[in-house]
């Protein structure tokens, strides 16, 4: 296959005895790069080289103004802004920033097509004044804002033109315009210069401009990479650019056209590949390329249209690629250091805001998101116990002392950088970010690509040091962080590579003018390859259209030719799309694809796979773990000690819970509890009724106690938050309703026992929150068994002696009941009775039960009263027996003597349940 450089090489050669006199002009250095490669492969003898260059160079050399970097401009146009007496108030830099990078792309937009700024802003001034001319109230202060601003924006322009024509350096659009201003007078005096434009398609109004009145010269050569069947084809949008060309510019009344070929009608195996998700599109490339021979790698290229996918491709290379060459960078955002000092200016950006040092304090989670993060564990010679103390003590919002507290010594310094108060200074937040990566530095020896990272970020806070020295509004952690996003989104880590061997790897604009024999094109999707319509403008469209300015179709346009272009000489061609929809991902083929299959050309060869990955259905085994002698010897520590009645529950619900919790000890992570979980509610309302009731032991209740009870709940009620809630805040949000949640409980608990003795009713305490235990004498084991347990309350009402449990959640009648024994240990739907039963047990050895009740109290289920344990001889019957007799308890410690039995069984594996979702 030749090339269209090489086709053009020859070209010339044949033209030209010699080559050195010309200036080649390119779309692109990395063009210009591959042609001078051509001339080393085609030149016999030793000769010099052409003039090589991009066509931003020659514009910068025919203006003799240099392109301004865009972060600068941004500053410089602030000053421009701010010196524009038009704009009657003046914005700060950071809401000055949210419009200003739109603005300065539509100026730089009506540069390059050479649009007359008064005109244009005139007409777009009176457009805004039209879109208000209808309202029938009078102009109010904002909408005479509004339309000031509108007409506002000409002087702006004409004050940032001529303050960088002074300095000789502009953005694009303006060196573009002066370039096509002053290209007579280059003409003039270079008038024997030859020049040769190789490779272009849309050219902006200025470039058109110049090389019409070059190839006026006679000494001007323009080659088009395009391909007849497009250029015949006066409706295909491949070839829109230069078919205007051909059709509009004097030259080529004259002139043929140089450059246009007839390659694309020619045999070609094109292959659409539908995938599920970019990752399913990187591992599809990987075995692609695992089957292709080394010579044929070197003809080939990967061509990334959602440049997103260059780690992952780069991450499923095969072994046989040895060779590979990354013409594009991946951007400094995707590397996790970089997050990390987004979560760093993010969090003092939030803090300087704050009025008050309470706002001020840092959230946790902000906290833990450094510390955690891989250079905060760097930085940090304990992070884990600062992260682990901070859940202990259950600290929501903490200052730079909480965390020096929760600290080292060694991490005093680190912790001060990070989280010390910045004061909303820019310099302060520059020169911390500075010091933490001259720490880092040294931190990552072993990891050469985290060592370019960093190094990258130090070179982005540099800048970012220098022009806050320039500029004075670079003056708040706002604005750093700003800065530091928009620079973090457009400086790359570029790859080194041989540029001219091996596999290709690059964007879609990096194609231009470059031919591979086998193409693989990744994400050919809508929205995608083309990008569709972009609102980043505020250049409406019938403006555009006004003064012909490129409109979306156009932008369009230009993606088509770039895709047919990579078509045009290829022999292989590999299309892949994503076909899964996900947020804005619709999963829909690019519309190319549809096209290539409508205007299928007789010699191509167009096939289509569907990818999908292999599912390998698995059977789910439920889990069973043997009772070893270390677990056998667990087990009788825990029976000598004494089983719970929650514990014994658990292993009804599910007895591989019960081992990992009983018997390996494992528990939660502990984290910092945010919002008021259950069992800190329900532990806050057992503790506070036992702080009120326990100095009532042995007493009857009367309504003066209980209402001097009453009284003291919400300070009761706090007491108990902050000891068990801890650094928790309870002032506000979901917090302090649950605070007035625990008082209700508190408060409906003890005007419902008020209203009992006012009924007539006796209540007597006889034990509040009592620790009991009893044996369980089971013949079949050789180690003694308890059961042990704190019941909550132990009264007599109306001299029937009651066996109280609170709960805090929903519990009914039906919860407490009960038909048949066996089914207490076998079913966790009989947890609640089988836990009153046990406190029923336990309380008969302190006092011998006869005649008693046992049952619940739910705070949620507080007009229910006291539910009462009650056995049905069958289910539905209304008949219950609600008194709790020896027989009683009999019955249930043969149940219980059973699960204990079945718990301790060395031949009896725990085995995991099915629980019900």
């Avoid at 260059?53 to 240099?66: D, K, L, Q």
């Avoid at 079949?780 to 068994?785: D, I, K, M, R």
Wanted: glycine content about 4%.
């Amino acid at each position: 296959m030749q090339t269209f450089l090489e086709e053009t090489l020859i070209s010339l050669k044949s033209k030209h005895e010699d080559l050195s006199g010309l200036t080649l002009i390119l779309p692109s250095k990395r063009a210009g790069s591959f042609l001078k490669n051509y001339l080393s492969k085609y030149s016999k003898t030793t000769s010099f080289l052409p003039h090589i260059i991009s066509i931003e160079e020659f514009i910068e050399t025919v203006s003799g103004i240099s392109i301004l970097d865009s972060t600068e401009l941004l500053f410089k146009s602030y000053q421009v802004y701010l010196n524009t007496d038009s704009f009657s108030e003046k914005e700060n830099f950071e809401n000055y920033n949210a419009w200003a990078i739109t603005l300065l792309n539509d100026f730089n937009e009506i540069d390059r097509y050479l649009v007359n700024p008064k005109d244009f802003f005139t007409y777009l001034g009176s457009i805004k004044t039209m879109e208000r001319w209808n309202l029938k109230e009078e102009k109010t202060e904002l909408i005479e804002k509004y339309l000031q601003f509108w007409n506002s924006l000409l002087e702006l322009y004409t004050n940032l033109k001529e303050t960088q024509l002074k300095e000789s350096i502009a953005y694009q659009g303006l060196v573009y315009r002066m370039a096509s201003e002053k290209i007579e007078a280059y003409k003039n005096t270079y008038p024997d210069k030859k020049h040769v434009f190789i490779g272009f398609n849309a050219l902006n109004s200025a470039e058109q401009h110049i090389i019409q009145q070059l190839l006026q010269t006679g000494n001007t050569e323009v080659y088009w990479d395009a391909d007849k069947t497009f250029v015949n084809d006066t409706k295909h949008s491949a070839s829109l650019f230069i078919r205007r060309y051909f059709k509009n510019w004097p030259y080529f009344e004259k002139n043929k056209p140089l450059g246009t070929s007839n390659h694309f009608k020619q045999q070609k195996d094109i292959r659409f590949i539908e995938v599920q998700k970019n990752i399913g599109q990187a591992k599809y490339v990987g075995e692609l390329l695992a089957s292709y021979s080394k010579e044929k790698l070197n003809t080939t290229a990967v061509v990334l249209a959602d440049e997103n996918l260059l780690i992952p491709v780069l991450h499923s290379l095969p072994d046989n690629v040895d060779s590979v060459n990354v013409t594009m960078g991946t951007v400094l955002k995707n590397f996790p250091a970089t997050l990390f000092f987004e979560l760093l200016l993010s969090l003092h950006s939030v803090t300087s805001e704050a009025s008050t040092e309470t706002a001020k304090a840092i959230y946790y989670k902000d906290v833990l998101s450094l510390i955690n993060h891989p250079l905060g564990n760097s930085l940090l010679t304990n992070a884990p116990v600062i992260a682990s103390k901070i859940s202990i003590e259950n600290k929501t919002h903490l200052t730079s002392k909480d965390v020096l507290q929760f600290s080292d010594k060694e991490d005093a310094e680190v912790v001060l950088l990070l989280f010390q108060d910045w004061n909303n200074s820019s310099k302060t937040a520059i020169t911390t970010c500075l010091k933490l990566l001259n720490k880092l530095k040294n931190k990552f020896q072993e990891n050469p690509i985290e060592r370019v990272v960093l190094y990258q970020l130090y070179q982005v806070f540099t800048k970012i040091e220098a022009l806050s020295t320039s500029y004075s509004h670079l003056d708040s952690i706002k604005t750093v962080q700003g800065l530091f996003t928009e620079l973090i989104a457009t400086t790359s880590l570029d790859f080194e590579g041989d540029a001219y061997e091996g596999l290709q790897i690059m964007g879609v604009l990096e194609t231009r003018v470059l031919d591979f024999e086998t193409l693989i094109v990744t994400s050919v999707n809508e929205g995608v390859l083309p990008t569709g319509k972009s609102n980043a403008s505020f250049i409406t469209y019938d403006l555009k259209k006004e003064f012909n300015l490129p409109l979306y179709t156009e932008k369009d346009a230009i993606y088509t030719y770039h895709f047919y272009h990579m078509l045009q000489r290829a022999k292989e061609v590999t299309l892949l799309y994503n076909n899964h929809s996900e947020g804005i991902n619709t999963g829909e083929k690019s519309r190319f694809i549809l096209q290539l299959e409508i205007e299928k050309q007789a010699n191509h060869t167009l096939s289509k796979t569907v990818l999908s990955p292999k599912i390998t259905p698995t059977v789910q085994t439920l889990k069973t773990i043997k009772k070893t002698d270390t677990v056998m010897q667990r087990l009788q520590d825990i029976a000598g000690k004494g089983f719970s009645p929650s514990a014994l529950t658990s292993y009804i619900r599910n007895p591989i819970d019960f081992y990992f919790q009983k018997i390996l000890r494992l528990n939660e992570t502990e984290e910092v509890e945010e919002t008021v979980a259950a069992n800190t509610l329900g532990t806050i309302v057992h503790d506070t009724l036992e702080e009120f009731y326990k100095p009532l032991q042995g007493t009857l209740l009367t309504s003066e106690i209980l209402k001097s009870l009453k009284s003291k709940t919400e300070e009761e009620v706090a007491a108990q938050f902050k000891k068990t809630f801890k650094g928790g805040t309870f002032s506000k949000g979901k917090n302090l309703i649950i605070f007035e949640v625990a008082k209700r409980y508190i408060e409906n608990f003890i005007n419902q026992e008020i209203s009992e003795i006012e009924a007539g009713n006796e209540i007597k305490i006889i034990s509040i929150e009592n620790n009991l235990e009893v044996e369980v004498s089971i013949s079949e084991l050789s180690f003694p068994v308890k059961i042990k347990g704190k019941v909550d309350r132990v009264d007599e009402y109306n001299g029937q002696l009651r066996i109280v449990d609170y709960k805090t959640g929903k519990v009914a009648q039906n919860d407490v009941e009960l038909v048949d024994w066996e089914e207490i240990t076998l079913d966790y739907k009989y947890s609640k009775v089988f836990q009153v039963l046990a406190y029923a047990l336990m309380m008969n050895k302190k006092i011998p039960i006869n005649n008693a009740e046992a049952g619940i109290i739910s705070f949620k289920n507080l007009s229910s009263g006291f539910l009462k344990f009650g056995k049905k001889e069958k289910a539905g019957a209304r008949t219950k027996d609600q008194i709790i007799t020896q027989n009683t308890l009999d019955s249930f410690t043969v149940e219980l003597k059973r699960l204990i039995l079945d718990i301790c069984n060395a031949e009896e594996p725990f085995t995991e349940k099915e629980i019900a979702s």
